[in-house]
Every structure is written in C-alpha cells, then in structure tokens.
C-alpha cells in the first residue's frame, strides 16, 4: 500500500479544513428553515387528526349535531391521512445496477479507502458500489427513521472516471467524498432530503386519495361540494407547504454549496491544491466521451452487437476527439499558464453565470480559488487509477455487459469493436485539413434555396489558385471567434432577461465596467461582429462549393449535376431535421406550458391538441415525399441502404385526438426521434459523400487526371418546408398570469399564492376550531329566587321556575357557578363532561325534578313520561328543553313525536318530593328551596314545614 498510497502535502495547517464561519452560519440557516417546515408540517397534521378525533367521538357520543360532527370529522381525518401517507417511504441510495465490492474481492482498493478515510478524519464507508457513472459520491438509504438514527453511508465509484483518472487526482475525489463523510452536517441534508421526500409525496405525488377527491367532485351536486372544497384545501394545504420548502431547498443549497467548499479543503489537505482541480477539469470531457461511448454501443445493439469493453472505446472516443478538436489539452490537464503555481489557474470565470441560488454545487473557478487561497503543493502520481484494481477486465467486462440488460447479441471481439469505431471517427469532415469547418455546424440553414450554396460571383479563374486558398488556418481563428461572439452575446442576453447575474455584482465586459442600460447596445454590437464574421465564413463556404463545381464543369461527365444533387439533398435533409426538431420543440413548449399547473383545461387540451397535430403534419409530409427522394448510388451505399424510402419505417401514427391523446404522447418521441434520426444520417452521408466527391475532383485536378463519369445525381422533391434561422415556430417564454399563481413563479405570483393558501388554511383551521367546541347547557332554575349562571366565560340571568340556554367552551378547569342577584353563592362545581358535542342540562341546586314527556301528532302513538329524579348536572336528548312544543307540525308520514324536559320547579312541594328519585334528592330540595327561595313565593311557607328529613317513596313514579 505505501508504493500504491500518493504522498500528500507537508505543512498543512491544522486550521485548514476547520468550517468557516459561512459554513457554520448556512447550517444554522438550514436547520432554522427545515424546523419552520417540520413545525408546520406536524401542527398542521396534528390538528387535523385531533379535530378528527374530537368530531367523530362527538357524533359516535350521540351528540345533536352528529350529521355535522360526523362530516367535519371525516374531512379532517381525509386531510389528516393526506398529511401523514408521505411519512411512510423508504428510499433507497444509490442505483439498481451498482456492482458491489467486498474487501477480500479488493483488498488494495479497500486498504487504499481505509488508509484515506481514517486520514480524512472520516467513518469508513458502510458499503462501496461501482457504477457506469462518471461520478464519485456518497449515498445512503433513507426512511423516516433516519430523523433520528443516523443512516450508515454507503460510497459509489464510477468506473468512466476512474478510466480517465492519474493514481493522484483518484486519491483527490476520493478525499473529497470522504470529507463529506466526515462533516456532521450531512445529518442536516439528510434531514432535508427526508423533509423533501415529504414534501414531494404531499406537493406532487397523485395518488388514491387524489383519485378519490376526483371522483367525489363528479358525484351528485348535494355530494360534489364536499369533493370541491377537500380539493381547495388540498391545494391550500401543497401551496402553503411548497412555498414554504422552497425556503428549505434554499437554505439547504446554500449550506451544500459550503459543504463542497469544505470537502475541497479536505481533499487539499491530502493532495495538495492541484489534483482535485485537474480532475474537475477532466470530467467534462470524460462525460462527453462516455455519451459518445454509450451512444455507440446503443448503436451496436441496434445492429445485433455486443462491445466488450466499454472503458476501452470511451478511452478510444476521447483520443479520436482530441485529434479532431486538434486540441492536445483536451481531456488532459493543460500547461500551466505562468511561472508561479499558486497563481496558475485551469477554470477562467465567466463575465456572468446562472444565479448560485438554486445551485447545490458552486462554479468550478471558484472551487479552484478555494482550494489554492492557501495553496499547498503535493508529489504527482502520473499511474492510472486501476492500478488499485484487481481483475481489472473481469470488472470492465462486468459493467459492460450490465448496460446490455443481458440481451442475447452477436459476440463482438474489442479489437472489431475498436475498428467499427474508427470507422465511425474517420470521417473526411473530421479531417484537420478542413480546420473544423464542418464541426457542429449547419452548412445550408441560412439559404432558402440550394443553389445560393454554390453561387460565387468573386471566383478566381485560376481554380488552381482558387483551390490552394480554401481552408487557410485563420478559419480555424474565425470559426472559434465566431463562436466566442455567440457565447458573448448569449451572456448579454441572460443579463439582460435577468436569467444570469454578473460575476461578482459587477458587470465586466471586455476589461470595462458598464451598467445593466447599456445592455441593448452591447447585444446590438456583438450581434454585428457576430454577423459580419458569420458572413466571412459563409463566403468561404461558397467559395469552397463554387471552386468544386467550376473544377467538375471543367471535367463534365456528369460531375457538375452529381455536384448539384448532393448540395440540394443536403440542402433538403437539414431543413427537413431542422422544421422536424423545431415542431418537436414546440409540442415540448406547449406540454409543458399546459402541464405547468398540474391540470390541463378544454382549451389547454384543445393547444395541445393543434400543436401535437402540427408536429404528425410535419412528420407527415416527410414521410409523403420519401418517394420523392432518389439518392445517388454511392450516397445510397455510404447509409447503407436500398433507397431512402425504404430505410424510413411506414407511417401508421394516426392524429392526435382527445381520446388517444395520453397514448399517443407516449409514443410520438418515439417516431420523431426515429425520423430524426434517419434525417440526421442522411445530413452526415451527404456532407461525407460531398466533401469525398471534391476531394476526388480537387486532386484530378491537380494530377490532371480525368475522374470516371459521375453516378446518376440525387434528385428532391420540388416543394419542401424552409425553415432559415430566425423564423422558428414562436415559444411561449412565460406562463400566464393564472398558472404562474398556480405553480408560484416569480416572486408576486408566490406572494399572491402564499396569500391565498394562507387564508383558506387559516379559514379552515378556524373553522374546525369552532365545530362542536362550544358545548350547550339547558340551564333550569327551579328555585323561588332569580339566579345568576356562570359557565366558564358565559353567564346568564335565569328568574325563578325559568330556563336558559348558555354555550361555553369547556376547558379541564372550567366551573359551574349559580349565585343571586345578591351575589351569595348557591354552589360551584366542575362538570363532569363525557363528550362536549352532548347537550348537557343544569339543574340549579338540583332544586327540581326533571321529566321527559311525548307531543304526539296525529295517528302518533303516546309515551308514557320518563322522571330522571332531581339531578344537578346531566346529558340528556330532547326536541325541546324547558319550552312548550308547537301546537302543530308537518309530516308526510300521518303521525310524529317530539320529546320535551321539563321541570317541576314551581308545582306544590308535595307534587315535587313525591317525583324526587330517592331521599337523598328529597333532602336536597327541602335544603335547597328553604335556603333560597324568597320570601314572598308561592310556596315559601309550605317548604319551610319540610325542614325535616322525609322518607322517600318506596318506587319511583
């Protein structure tokens, strides 16, 4: 291990990876905002279950208002399960198809991790995967769980960047990944990425419980209200709590953004301030060369063929694509720019960038200046990154025959493998003679018709001379300027819409500070520069075509037509593409425009309909005129097909319908990147063949040779769509008013919505507050004196013989209270409340026997009466409390009932004490009839000769 194991740097200062005081601040911001979407997220779900709980007990205790209790109830309980299904996820780190390493499969890779985890100051990893990435990183599973148990991280390794990665700058991302798994505030990603599982399943999952609300809102008006109003507080409940995460996803990115800073420190501290930023240097191109890698393999499935080894062609890509960028730097770490290492720097920043807000990585330069503000220089170790590796070919093979699903293929030797590779790669356009005139860019998008191609009215007679001068090295120069201008002007225009913000708070361009009004004019400037060498380069290409057919109308023989044929085709299957890619795009524009708000309106549908119908026409009408299209033979053998309208499958996509329209926007990528495709290659074959055809011309030319007669010409349809920059299909660039509400785009939209949501949320939370809260007390005061009730907070004046009604809210603590209008206390006491949703009865003192009668109405049987004594406090069920009943009602049945209580507060104390329960209540209301009731009452005297105890009667009347 100590020959394997690259030296790091000496010196390093302990204060080094010590986290900043930025760092410290971002992980409290984190943790603040997460606790603020935490708190809601429960209070919300806990009032609603409580709400739940306390209504539906209410109605299941016989409460009167149970058909409200029962409804609410249920609500709240839909909306309670709609918050808390979100807390049941497991999700699990990482990717199906990761191979998993074991130490004693590797035991210098392991001993190598160990070694750099424990100097990192770092847990070992739990697990260790490979994968087919170009990437480097931790992962880990996570449940709810894991807001209090730590998850046990797992490191993945992508076997792309190890085959591009020195054994030095593999020990620099490995450091880095390991100081991630040294910082304690992976526990508040953690914590974040659980909060935004939540957030997701409650803002965008549709499931049961959305199905549900649908098909409730379509139901019998009397019911769909209930399904309409669910939906608006569902809706209520994602907007509250979507807006309110977004100020998580801030927070947390911000603090990511601090975590990469200081897990660069950490891999500076180990190797020193170069490797990490060479490495970072070679992912881009290792991410292009491992696309182009993938997309030949799909190539070679396609045609029945396995690869071997797919890290041994993505090394082969990355070779033939620095040949043909004819940059030696490609790939590879370039030469330092000056004498001084430290002030050497690799990234160069921009003069604006996206804004770093919603960006949980920061720009590349800046890691760069953070990792040599202090820079700290380090031994290299130039071996490559497998050498930690054992088996190395059984795991290339391993992964390799992983992104072929286990298909049944053709066995393809890597050395043929690596041949039909260069075949793809040495084409005559890629050639460095040509100065990457072809690279990247559309020959005949600018010309409406063919033949501008090829017009030149400046061509030298000498075609000689004319020939010697095409492709000089300054169009190498032009074609870079050229596209340095498009990025310049691209950044002004970022500005401008506000979608990039300046490097640094100030905007710099070309040396000079200028303001945000002088924009316009910078755009206007550059796109001038931009079109006058756009011009220059158009003129060369001309040149190039005229030079070649005048070389062809010299030999003649056909050439001149064959010529002429291979231009128009170009000329049709770019412009073909071009109008196919650009309907492609809008019916993306659309879709996503309609699909923005999560619903999709009759006249959103009816949109969506017209443009997924313009992309079938367009479609269409290439497929009509395939027919129309007669390639040449040797072009024909080039693609490797019979005839163009053979190589095209038949057209059976029917349009777009209201009916079909989920199916077939499932499939319609399918066919026009199918076509695409097919347009794409005939592009490709016909430049090769053209640049081959002059090619061939140029150099009878200059043998004086004379070429065999030319093959019989290509030939087009007349008519074809011209699409030339400039005029492509309109976007919409911005969302109306009511779906930027909908989705909170831009800051007042959000403002609104937050409003909104708030309010409605408010609105029910008070709502439910007030259902069945307030619990009503039928207050009968059967004393010979007036009395005041007091119910908690409520009170009422109750005369004697008389009745109330009070509705309090009753806490544990809350009293019953009856005084007199003197202020002398009859008695206090807490009641005992079995639900609050009951209609409870106080009997003042117990002063008066309670009876329970029937009011029968027509062919309505009679009751006999029910007497329940002289109780103080009760629950009792009846249609009328202390009140008579109506002399008549309406029923459709013929008959009905009403129950009634009453009490016999001021009938003959005899009547009473015979109707009082047992001798006890007897005793009470001698007491208490005797020590209230005044004076001059009707039955004063007559209480006052019971002030002995009296037996009470043997049975109950």
């Not at 490191?155 to 880095?176: C, D, Q, R, W, Y």
């Not at 890597?414 to 356009?429: G, H, P």
């Not at 910078?522 to 011009?535: F, H, K, N, Y």
């Not at 640049?691 to 200059?702: I, N, V």
């Amino acid at each position: 291990m100590e020959d394997l194991y690259p030296a790091g740097p000496s010196d390093v200062p302990a204060t080094l990876t010590r986290p900043s005081s930025v760092y410290k601040r971002q992980a409290w911001l984190a943790v603040g905002s997460l606790a603020l979407f935490v708190v809601l997220y429960f209070a919300l779900a806990g009032w609603f279950g409580w709400t739940a709980w306390r209504l539906i007990s209410s109605g299941l205790a016989g409460s009167e208002d149970a058909i409200v209790h029962f409804l609410v109830g249920g609500c709240s309980a839909f909306l309670c399960v709609f918050m808390l299904k979100a807390l049941f996820f497991v999700e699990r780190g990482g990717a199906s198809n990761h191979v998993e390493l074991r130490p004693e499969e590797q035991p210098q890779l392991f001993a190598f991790l160990y070694r750099l985890a424990d100097e990192a100051g770092a847990p070992r990893p739990h697990r260790v995967y490979l994968s087919a990435r170009v990437n480097a990183a931790v992962f880990y599973d996570l449940s709810i769980l894991n807001l209090l148990f730590p998850s046990r991280k797992n490191l993945e390794i992508g076997l792309p960047l190890v085959n591009i990665l020195t054994l030095s700058e593999f020990k620099a991302v490995l450091a880095h990944e390991f100081g991630h798994f040294a910082q304690r505030s992976m526990a508040i990603g953690s914590w974040v990425y659980i909060a935004q599982q939540i957030a997701s399943h409650i803002i965008a999952k549709r499931d049961a419980l959305d199905k549900l609300l649908r098909v409730l809102s379509k139901f019998d008006l009397r019911v769909a209200w209930i399904g309409w109003l669910l939906s608006l507080i569902v809706w209520s409940i994602r907007s509250l709590l979507d807006t309110v995460f977004r100020l998580v996803v801030l927070a947390q990115r911000a603090l990511s953004r601090q975590m990469e800073f200081q897990a660069d420190l950490v891999a500076v501290s180990l190797t020193g301030s170069d490797e990490l930023v060479h490495a970072l240097h070679k992912l881009q191109a290792a991410d292009e060369a491992w696309d182009r890698t993938l997309a030949f393999a799909n190539s070679e499935y396609q045609q029945g063929r396995s690869v071997a080894d797919l890290f041994s062609i993505q090394t082969q890509v990355l070779e033939r694509v620095t040949q043909i960028l004819n940059d030696p730097c490609y790939g590879k770490v370039p030469p330092r720019s000056c004498p001084s290492p430290e002030q050497h720097r690799v990234f160069v920043s921009g003069f604006a960038q996206p804004p770093q807000m919603w960006s949980t990585h920061p720009a590349n330069s800046d890691r760069e200046e953070n990792a040599k503000r202090l820079y700290l220089p380090a031994p290299h170790d130039a071996r490559s990154a497998w050498v930690l590796f054992d088996e190395q070919a059984a795991l290339r093979q391993r992964l390799t025959s992983d992104f072929f699903h286990g298909a049944q293929l053709e066995p393809v030797a890597l050395e043929q493998s690596l041949r039909n590779l260069a075949d793809r790669y040495d084409m005559l356009q890629y050639a460095p003679d040509y100065q990457g005139a072809y690279l990247g860019r559309s020959l005949t998008r600018h010309a409406e018709h063919a033949v501008e191609l090829h017009q030149d009215a400046s061509l030298a007679t000498d075609l000689h001379a004319a020939l010697q001068a095409l492709y000089p090295p300054s169009l190498s120069q032009q074609l870079n300027q050229l596209r340095a201008l498009e990025e310049e002007r691209g950044m002004l225009q970022a500005l401008r819409d506000k979608v990039y913000k300046a490097s640094g708070g100030t905007i710099v361009f070309r040396g000079s500070s200028v303001s945000r009004r002088d924009l316009p004019h910078l755009i206007e400037q550059v796109s001038g520069e931009a079109e006058a060498l756009r011009q220059e380069i158009l003129g060369h290409d001309r040149r190039c075509r005229a030079t070649h057919l005048a070389i062809a109308e010299q030999f003649g023989n056909g050439w001149p037509a064959y010529l002429i044929g291979l231009i128009e085709v170009l000329h049709y299957a770019e412009h073909s593409l071009a109008d196919l890619r650009d309907a492609q795009g809008l019916l993306a524009n659309v879709t996503s425009v309609v699909l923005a708000d999560g619903k999709v309106s009759s006249r959103e549908l009816k949109r969506l309909l017209q443009t997924a119908n313009e992309l079938h026409r367009v479609m269409s009408a290439i497929h009509q005129d395939k027919q129309l299209v007669l390639l040449d033979q040797p072009l024909l053998a080039r693609l490797g097909i019979e005839s163009w309208a053979a190589s095209l499958e038949d057209f059976t996509l029917p349009q777009a319908t209201t009916d079909n329209v989920n199916e077939w926007m499932q499939v319609v990528d399918g066919w026009g990147n199918s076509l695409a495709g097919q347009l794409s290659g005939l592009c490709s074959a016909t430049l090769e063949q053209l640049l081959h055809s002059e090619a061939q011309l140029a150099r009878h030319l200059r043998q004086h040779s004379q070429p065999e007669a030319a093959s019989a010409p290509t030939s087009i349809p007349q008519h074809y769509p011209v699409l030339l920059p400039g005029k492509e299909r309109k976007r919409q660039l911005k969302l109306d008013w009511w779906d930027r509400f909908q989705i909170a785009d831009g800051a007042l939209a959000t403002g609104m919505r937050l409003l909104v949501a708030g309010l409605i949320v408010g609105a029910v939370l008070g709502f439910g507050s007030l259902t069945g809260v307030d619990t009503r007390v039928a207050v009968y005061n059967g004393l010979g004196t007036t009395v005041l009730v007091q119910i908690g907070n409520q009170s009422s004046v109750v005369a004697p013989y008389s009745s109330a009604s009070i509705s309090a809210e009753f806490a544990s603590n809350t009293e019953v209270s009856a005084r007199t209008v003197t202020g002398d206390l009859i008695e206090t006491f807490k009641p005992n409340l079995s639900n609050p949703g009951l209609h409870y009865v106080y009997n003042v003192a117990g002063a008066s026997p309670l009876v329970v009668w029937t009011a029968s109405y027509g062919n309505a049987a009679e009751e006999e009466p029910r007497f329940l004594g002289a109780p103080r406090w009760l629950d009792a069920r009846a249609d009328f409390f202390f009140t008579d009943p109506p002399d008549s009602i309406s029923t459709k049945s013929g008959g009905a009932k009403r129950h009634i209580l009453s009490g016999m507060g001021d009938s003959a104390p005899e009547e009473v004490l015979k109707l009082a329960g047992n001798a006890a209540q007897a005793q009470q209301i001698i007491q208490a009839h005797v020590r209230w009731d005044e004076p001059n009452t009707a039955n004063a005297e007559l209480w006052k000769t019971h002030t002995q105890a009296l037996e009470a009667p043997d049975q109950t009347p």
